[in-house]
């Protein structure tokens, strides 16, 4: 029994906790807090469930120091790694420390990440830098991610583990950012980012399927092989409009494009309402769309029919739609304690992602199936994301 791994799916949860603190202008830093964070993702068969505490400290007026850690845990079964794995039971620790400097209109981050799961570890560093020019109505932003994560593969089972170590992957990130103050109500901006990565790049847990008479289900596995490069290009641009009646409204596009072939595109459209000094309502509506990779397919004429062959469904063709509400209430705007003031946030997100050439082939199973191999259904699933967490801002 192997236990697949997570990664793709926690992410999506831990990528809230790290984004509770919101982006200040490069002229002044945010202001100090306590957050308590919790989540629960449940959708394709997978539960997970995040667990987060982080502390941002202003020592002056110009540098900070921000802590993080992050657990999440994930239990279930996944649908592209069930012919080799059932139950799913693991765990991911994330440790991060950042740093923040602001000198004249400038402001500097240095940041250092450690994730560690059973079969992977992941060590980040991060630099960015963003100057305000121009009356401060614009601001430019640079920034550079390095990451080196150790892959493995758990050949024992959920409760016993046996992993080897495979390899390594490297990634390296450049961002280039412009913010602009168009008009008193309007904010727009733009973010360009180059994504190298190296290495092991093929998931251990999933597998091709080729044809095979000779099998009762009509197919056998086979090892995935993809190539040891990957880059990618991406390009953001978002605006803002802040509303007569205290309201704004947002909407983005994301275009990406990499070496395998895969051209994506992300379009969000968000709302926010304050009520009363005490509510922040926020809804938002996100729809994402990508191809197939250039060596992915669903089923294989034979083994080896392609020089780079993958299985995987992150790079088939899909699609993603999102709605999502949040709403904020500040239950202590006075203050309490040491505190100055605090806020309670809930945030619900469904999910819904389709396949158009990955096929589900728990389907494919005798006796219940009776098609031919190949036209299995396409896969479908929905998924929920419920959020919450207390922030003390002190």
Known sequence: MRTPPFRTLARLVSTAALLIVGVAGAAVLPDDRADVFYSDYK?????????????????????????????DTVSGASVDVLSQASVIKDERKQKSLSLDYIHDK????????NSAERDYISNTTHFSLSQDMFGDLTTVSLGFTDSRNKIGENNGT??????????????????????????KNLISGVTFEVITDQGLLSNPYRSIRYLNPANPVGYSLGSQIYPNTHTSTAVE???????????????????????????????????TQPISNVWILEGRL???????????ADLFPFAGSQNFEARDQNLAASTNTTVGIKATWAFRPDGWWIFKRSTLTGDVSRMRFKYSDF????????????????????????????????????
């Open 43 to 71: 959708g394709g068969g997978m539960d997970i469930t995040g667990k987060s505490i982080l502390v941002r400290k202003k020592f002056t007026e110009q540098f900070a120091v921000e802590g993080n850690y992050f657990v």
């Open 158 to 183: 959920a409760f016993k583990p046996n992993v080897s170590w495979l390899g390594h992957s490297y990634s390296r990130s450049f961002q280039a950012g412009l913010s602009q103050v168009v008009t």
């Open 106 to 113: 400038t402001q500097y981050n240095l940041s250092y990440t």
């Open 237 to 271: 641009g978002r605006a803002k409009y802040y509303l007569p009646y205290r309201a704004a409204a947002s909407a983005s596009y994301r275009y990406f494009t990499d070496t395998w072939e895969i051209k994506a595109s992300t379009v969000e459209l968000g709302y």
């Open 359 to 394: 096929r589900n082939i728990r389907d494919n199973q005798p006796p219940t199936y009776k098609g031919p191999v190949g036209d299995e259904p396409l896969y479908t699933f929905d998924a929920t994301v419920y959020q919450i967490y207390v922030s003390m801002f002190f």
């Open 286 to 296: 996100r729809y994402y769309k990508q191809n197939r990779a250039s060596f992915y």
